[in-house]
């Protein structure tokens, strides 16, 4: 995370994710200032599927990033998991040819 001139974290521009099917996501931090105190909140920005059909947002406190976060590390682990077992069951020659 890049720093203020006061030494403050500032975050840093990233660009989009775009997913395999060419969805864009976007995810960014957001402070807004009210005539009471100042709250910020994490945006989640879910962009048009390559159909066209609109997407979603989200604000979200630090805590429910927080969550989000760790329910999406969870299942990212449970697909890789997987494929691996996938990938381990597969016969050695899988290319349907005859082993030499």
């Known amino acids: ?3 203020s001139e006061s030494g403050a974290p500032q975050p840093a521009a990233e660009a989009q994710l775009v997913t ?3 969805r864009p996501i ?10 009471g105190q100042p709250f910020s909140r994490v945006t989640l920005d879910l962009g048009p599927d390559c159909g066209g059909v609109p997407g979603a947002w989200a604000a979200l406190t630090s805590h429910e990033a927080r ?5 999406l590390l969870a299942q990212a682990f449970l697909a890789e998991r ?3 077992e996938a990938a381990d069951a597969l016969p050695p020659t ?7």
């Open 82 to 84: 997987d494929m691996r």
């Open 26 to 35: 976007a995810v960014k931090y957001l402070r807004l200032v009210t005539t």
């Open 20 to 22: 395999s099917c060419g």
């Open 94 to 100: 899988s290319s349907g040819l005859p082993p030499a």
């Open 1 to 3: 995370m890049a720093k």
């Open 67 to 71: 969550e989000l976060a760790r329910r």
